[in-house]
């Protein structure tokens, strides 16, 4: 079945960056269409990026030239780059794979001053 490790949340200012990484076991990221969903309080989950098996990348509009999806193969690890951060994207971040894997636990992304 696998399973999927999310890491590199924070508290980080309005501005500023982060890397997310999602550490997959039990299965290949180059193996399948892997993506980054986010969850704000009091909200539905929302997609946010998709890095095909292909590698060719997909984002969502609201992050769009701010977020830079990508993969390692040799670590196999999901990463997604954070920048130009606002309170808008204070979310649970997730990565999910079309593997059938489960959503990991998380990583909280908090942007506030």
């Known amino acids: 079945e696998g399973r999927l490790v999310e890491s590199g949340g924070g508290l980080v200012q309005p501005g500023g960056s982060l890397r997310l990484s999602c550490a997959a076991s039990?299965?290949?990221?180059?193996?399948?269409?892997m993506s980054w969903v986010r969850q704000a309080p009091g909200k539905g989950l929302e997609w946010v990026s998709t890095i095909r098996s292909s590698g060719r990348t997909f984002y969502a509009t609201s992050v769009k030239d701010r977020f830079i999806c990508s993969r390692d193969i040799a670590t196999n690890t999901l990463y997604l780059q954070l920048n130009s951060l606002s309170t808008e994207d204070t979310a649970m971040y997730f990565c999910?794979?079309?593997?059938?894997?489960?959503r990991g636990q998380g990583t909280q992304v908090t942007v506030s001053s």
């Open positions: 039990g299965i290949s990221v180059s193996s399948y269409d």
């Open positions: 999910q794979t079309t593997s059938g894997t489960p």
